[in-house]
């Protein structure tokens, strides 16, 4: 199972709104939606997202056992 929970996290460490993220990282209010609900989403996706916030795929990410 992916977890974007990492990622919300971080957002709200830094002060960003899911919206800011979007705009800033160019993705799709489907992408976004996607990772809402932590579905698999392309790994263009996820560089665009750790690129934006300078961080790790690891600070975005985790794969969780069942």
């Known amino acids: 199972m992916v977890s974007y929970d990492k990622l919300w996290k971080l957002l709200i460490d830094r002060h960003m709104s899911k919206t800011e993220l979007r705009i800033s990282a160019g993705l ?3 992408a976004l ?3 809402g609900k932590n579905e698999y989403v392309s790994l263009k996706t996820v560089e665009k997202i750790y ?3 300078n961080c790790d795929i690891s600070d975005v990410v985790e794969l969780r056992k069942n």
Do not use: C, I, P, V
Request: glycine share 0%.
């Open 33 to 35: 939606a996607q990772l």
């Open 28 to 30: 799709t209010t489907s």
């Open 51 to 53: 690129n934006t916030l």
